[in-house]
């Protein structure tokens, strides 16, 4: 099985190097966004030795603000990177922070367990379990104006 890795960092190529030697395999890629305030080729020197991986070029390299719709934005420019590539199988997001507790052996079979099933959940905004943070959300701007 295809398993594609997402990854938005700023930080810490040392982590996102421990994060994709625990998941490398021949059949996963890494595609890897860096903040675009950041020097992208400390990143590109520390992790050349790895396989499989992908930058987001400079021309679409995002300055990526928390909460904010850059964020997504910068997801969007992953998702097309392996779109281009013509990858199938599962695409999984991660920060430059992040460490899976499971092996790339126990992913890749739960998603073959799994087959066919999307992982992402909705509520409505004012439900209770949402103790009306959602309406908050809606109600509240955020003031950061996204530019690139």
């Not at 190529?13 to 490398?24: A, M, N, Y």
């Not at 910068?74 to 281009?84: D, G, P, V």
């Not at 922070?97 to 409505?124: A, T």
């Amino acid at each position: 099985m295809e398993l594609n890795y997402f990854v938005l960092a700023r930080t810490l190529h040392v982590q996102i190097e421990r994060l994709i030697k625990k998941l490398h395999t021949e059949k996963t890629r890494f595609y890897i966004h860096i903040d675009k305030i950041v020097d992208v080729n400390l990143f590109k020197k520390e992790l050349s030795f790895l396989k499989h991986l992908k930058f987001v070029g400079d021309e679409n390299r995002i300055n990526m603000i928390w909460g904010n719709i850059s964020i997504v934005k910068a997801t969007l420019e992953l998702m097309n990177m392996s779109i281009l590539d013509k990858r199938k199988g599962n695409c999984m997001l991660f920060s430059g922070q992040d460490y899976p507790l499971k092996s790339n052996k126990f992913i890749s079979n739960f998603f073959i367990k799994h087959k066919n099933i999307n992982f992402i959940s909705s509520e409505v905004i004012s439900s209770q379990s949402f103790d009306n943070r959602g309406l908050k959300r809606i109600n509240h701007y955020n003031f950061h104006p996204y530019k690139n």
